[in-house]
Nanobody, 123 residues
Framework: QVQLVESGGGLVQPGGSLRLSCTAS????????VGWYRQAPGKDREVVAG???????NYADSVKGRFTISIDNAKNTVYLQMSSLKPEDTAVYYC?????????????????WGQGTQVTVSS
């Protein structure tokens, strides 16, 4: 059974930095794609950043230039480096991953969510 575990959240002052990690455990051959999402109280969950196995990345306009997503395939871990944090970045951050598996000789993708990690930006 594959599990995603996020870590690295916490309380940080405006302008500060945090690095979130999302580690996939279980029988994993590779990670196809990972997205970081966030959900603030009373708001819908929104996508923050995404990365695919080849390394291509994309970001929400609200975090471009401040957040960086990266992947360490050897560790099955995806990182979200967050800098110049603002109070409006406060939210629970979740990672979501598409992880391949084989049904016989057919390669398929299964989707997983982590449990979330709280990020609070406040003075």
């Amino acid at each position: 059974q594959v599990q995603l575990v996020e870590s690295g959240g916490g309380l940080v002052q405006p302008g500060g930095s945090l690095r979130l990690s999302c580690t996939a455990s279980g029988i994993i051959f590779s990670i196809h794609a990972v997205g970081w999402y966030r959900q603030a109280p009373g708001k819908d969950r929104e996508v923050v950043a995404g990365i695919i196995a080849g390394g291509s990345t994309n970001y929400a306009d609200s975090v471009k230039g401040r957040f960086t997503i990266s992947i360490d395939n050897a560790k099955n871990t995806v990182y979200l480096q967050m800098s110049s944090l603002k109070p409006e970045d406060t939210a629970v951050y979740y990672c979501n991953a598409d992880i391949p598996y084989y049904a016989g000789s057919v390669k398929k993708l299964s989707n997983y969510w982590g449990q979330g990690t709280q990020v609070t930006v406040s003075s």
